[in-house]
T-cell receptor
Framework: GESVGLHLPTLSVQEGDNSIINCAYSNSASDYFIWYKQESGKGPQFIID?????DKRQGQRVTVLLNKTVKHLSLQIAATQPGDSAVYFCAENTNGNQFYFGTGTSLTVIP | KAGVTQTPRYLIKTRGQQVTLSCSPISGHRSVSWYQQTPGQGLQFLFE???????NKGNFPGRFSGRQFSNSRSEMNVSTLELGDSALYLC?????????????FGPGTRLTVT
């Protein structure tokens, strides 16, 4: 089956620092990836996505990097703010079929 | 556009009962997926409906079922509830028709089985 795993279950960063959240995936055929943010008591919120024909995509304060060679995905958050504290999930998809999710990384921003 | 909505937001049921949860996707989205989220197992895929047909199915027992209506609204049903069914049930909608797979989640229904 699919396997999407996260390198670190928890991450603490100082406010204003940059955060990097990592994700490993096992299916080399995966062609689409999403990062989600989930705050306590809420559903996952779409942050940014990337297709396999790209290796980098930038959004507002966030950047996703895709390294297909080592099947690794990362989410970079610039100037991390207290409101960024949440659990972050990566999800991967192959040919438009079902998404597979990582276990999540809990990000805590220290004021 | 309005986001994905789910009703009810909270439910408390007793073992052996059944429950029906509802999901209204983003307007124009024809695909609805359901997930179960628990602290121990994370997000697990239940099934996906597209144009009223089940398109994908996860590894859950037959007690978990779903359907989709012509307006793309979807329901999932869990029969003979067990304590282990306590979870956050999330639905997500996708606009597959144009080949975009961005998936957006609703707030979830928190089911507690006692």
């Amino acid at each position: 089956g699919e396997s999407v795993g996260l390198h670190l279950p928890t991450l603490s960063v100082q406010e204003g620092d940059n955060s990097i959240i990592n994700c490993a995936y096992s299916n080399s055929a995966s062609d689409y990836f999403i990062w989600y943010k989930q705050e306590s008591g809420k559903g996952p919120q779409f942050i940014i996505d990337i297709r396999s024909n790209m290796d980098k995509r930038q959004g507002q304060r966030v950047t996703v990097l895709l390294n297909k060679t080592v099947k690794h995905l990362s989410l970079q958050i610039a100037a991390t703010q207290p409101g960024d504290s949440a659990v972050y999930f990566c999800a991967e998809n192959t040919n438009g079929n079902q998404f597979y999710f990582g276990t999540g990384t809990s990000l805590t921003v220290i004021p | 556009k309005a986001g994905v909505t789910q009703t009810p937001r909270y439910l408390i049921k007793t073992r052996g009962q059944q429950v029906t949860l509802s999901c209204s996707p983003i307007s124009g989205h024809r695909s609805v997926s359901w997930y179960q989220q628990t602290p121990g197992q994370g997000l697990q895929f239940l099934f996906e409906y597209f144009s009223e047909t089940q398109r994908n199915k996860g590894n859950f027992p037959g007690r978990f079922s779903g359907r989709q209506f012509s307006n793309s609204r979807s329901e999932m049903n869990v029969s003979t509830l067990e304590l282990g069914d306590s979870a956050l049930y999330l639905c997500a909608s996708t606009d597959r028709e144009v080949g975009h797979y961005e998936q957006y989640f609703g707030p979830g229904t928190r089911l507690t089985v006692t």
